[in-house]
């Protein structure tokens, strides 16, 4: 070989001196790393950083794990409230914006935000109350989950990537923007599995109404292994293919799956570790097991008539009474050890605002049927929870991809998005009752104090499990991925 094609930098390599000279200097280096690391002189800040895999069985990738450190929560049930609910009609009380109803947003001039310009300074359609014994300001749009105050913490200093609704579902579901990544969820059974040994680790509910606008992104499994993407069903539509078809005899089924698991252990001694095989029968396994639990979660013909009046079940509203229904199939699916629920109200099938918290043009008229819908069948799903003991291991989220803006749309009587502040609270294991963190400013447009982003929730709700949020990763195209990206830190100041 020529000299002249080798790269300059490594010719000196090619001299016996230098190439000793530069090999006894590296292990001179490997030593002294040594004897400092042997001393603890080297610092903990790379080891509290390397990342934590789960131990999964492959043969039963659901069973439960062991978490990082010791929980304050086992489970989680989140409340996803489609169309990006208006703070400032709920929960964030802003006098100011009140006093100055009616008059420009200062510094607004000309402001342009998703759908075009903004007018003047907004007050709420609903008058703000002092709730329970904190006090704590509610608006009359949700009385029955407002009445239950003292029990929530506020995180009223949220911001998101995003004003647009795809997006902001997804990163408010997955942590990032872009389609493609494992939701919350998925994060949590791949971490630590489930005590449903007959039903699904993680749960979807789409509202009775339809599906969010990002649909399965919200639940999806993305890059990680797809035994722990979200399993999509309500009590109008359970989950399909459960039931056996009435012209398969049941000793022919039977013979069949005898007959597969002899093929299956046929190929599993002949490939020892196969980890695709092994988790697709440990899927299809579950599949069977769910075909005897999973139907009859959605039969409520048994319940007493003080928990069917409890959630609704029976409203004349159909809407109502159908998420009323899935807010008792989320209480018993936590009931039954099931990590993860995410339990969505409202939809994008009917269009902006229809069946969703879009509240562009009419909020007053839109939110006026949204409302009753989620109120008191999510209020008497906390109730019941709360009753049963189940809140001692399970928090509950409420949230929202964004907020609204405290000025109405030009030419309409609603509000445009606002990813700059707005609130989501949770209650149950491991939070402060009766608690606030963060703020918007004066009118509720910004986040001005302890600002949030939703990296710190997810970071919260994973230290909640027992997870270090920077541990829990997935090496994924030469990258370690976590549901926090770089980001995040827990939220401390709400913790018991």
């Given at each position: ?7 300059p930098?490594g010719?000196h390599?090619l001299?016996r001196?230098s ?7 590296g292990?001179g280096?490997i030593?002294l790393?040594?004897l ?9 800040a790379?080891?509290?950083t ?13 069973s ?5 450190f010791?929980?304050k929560?086992k489970?989680v ?6 169309g990006?609910c ?7 009380y802003k006098?100011e ?11 607004g001039?000309d402001?342009v935000?998703f ?15 002092p709730r329970?014994?904190t ?11 407002a ?9 009223h200093?949220?911001?998101a ?12 579901s997955?942590g990032?923007?872009l ?8 994060w949590?059974?791949?971490a630590l ?5 007959d039903?699904?680790a993680?749960?979807a509910?789409?509202d009775?109404?339809?599906?969010p606008q ?5 639940w999806?499994?993305g890059?990680l ?14 989950i399909?293919n459960l039931k ?11 013979a ?10 046929k190929h599993?001694?002949?490939f020892?570790?196969d ?7 440990s899927?299809?396994e579950l599949?069977?097991r769910?075909?005897?639990?999973a ?22 509203n159909?809407t109502k009474?159908g998420?009323g229904k ?8 936590i009931?039954?050890?099931v990590r ?12 902006e605002?229809?069946g969703n918290?879009?509240?562009h ?9 949204h ?7 999510a ?9 049963r003991?189940l809140l001692?291991?399970t928090?509950?989220v409420?949230?929202t991809?964004f ?6 749309q030009?030419?309409a009587?609603?509000r445009?998005?606002?990813?700059s502040?707005?609130t989501?609270w949770?209650?149950g294991?491991?939070?402060k009752?009766?608690f606030?963190y ?5 009118f509720?447009?910004k986040?001005v104090e ?11 709700i994973?230290h ?5 949020h920077?541990r ?7 990258i ?7 980001h995040?830190?827990?939220i401390k100041?709400?913790?018991?």
């Open positions: 070989m020529n000299m002249d094609e080798i790269y930098d010719q390599l001299n001196r190439f000793l000279q530069s090999a006894g200097a292990l280096g030593a790393s040594s400092l690391a042997e001393q603890g002189m080297l610092g903990t790379q080891a509290e390397v990342p934590i895999r789960p131990d999964i069985n492959p043969t039963a990738p659901l439960a794990r062991k978490p990082h010791t929980p929560a489970n049930l989140v409340i996803f409230c489609s990006a208006s703070h400032l009609d709920t929960w964030d006098p914006l009140i006093k100055r109803h009616g008059q420009p947003l200062p510094g001039d402001l935000t759908q075009g310009k903004n007018g003047n300074l907004s007050k709420s359609f609903w008058d703000f109350k329970g014994e006090g704590k300001m509610i608006s009359d749009l949700l009385p029955n989950l009445e239950m105050a003292d029990d929530y913490t506020f995180i200093s949220l911001t990537e995003s004003n647009t609704h795809g997006p902001a579902e997804n990163q408010m997955t990032f923007t389609d493609g990544f494992p939701s919350m969820g998925a949590a059974s791949y599995g489930s005590d449903a040994s039903l699904p993680f749960v509910i789409p009775p109404r339809g599906v990002s649909g399965p992104n919200n999806s499994s890059f292994p797809a035994v722990f993407q979200g399993v999509p069903f309500n009590t109008q539509k359970p399909p056996t078809p009435g012209y398969i005899k049941d000793g022919d089924e039977k069949t799956r005898e007959f597969l698991k002899f093929l299956n252990d599993l001694e002949r020892p570790g980890n695709e095989l092994n988790a697709r029968i899927s299809y599949a069977a769910m075909q005897l639990r139907a009859s979660m959605s039969d409520f013909h048994n319940e007493s008539p003080e928990t069917r009046k409890l959630y609704c079940i029976d409203d004349p159909e009474a998420f899935n807010c008792l199939l989320a209480r018993r699916l009931e039954k050890g993860f629920v995410q339990l969505f109200n409202g939809a994008y099938a009917m269009g605002g229809v918290w879009d509240g043009k009419s909020l007053k008229d839109q939110y006026s049927i409302a009753p819908i989620l109120d008191e069948p209020a008497g799903l906390i109730k019941d929870m709360r009753a003991g001692d291991d928090l509950i409420w949230m991809e907020g609204r803006m405290p000025t109405f030009v030419g009587s609603g445009d998005h606002n990813p502040g707005f989501a949770m209650t294991a491991g939070v009752p009766g606030s963060g703020a918007t400013d004066e509720g447009y986040a302890n600002v949030t982003t939703i990296y710190d929730l997810h970071a919260t994973l909640l499990l027992g997870l270090d920077e829990l990763s997935y090496y994924h195209n030469g370690e991925r976590r549901l926090t990206n770089v995040g830190h827990a100041d709400i913790m018991t």
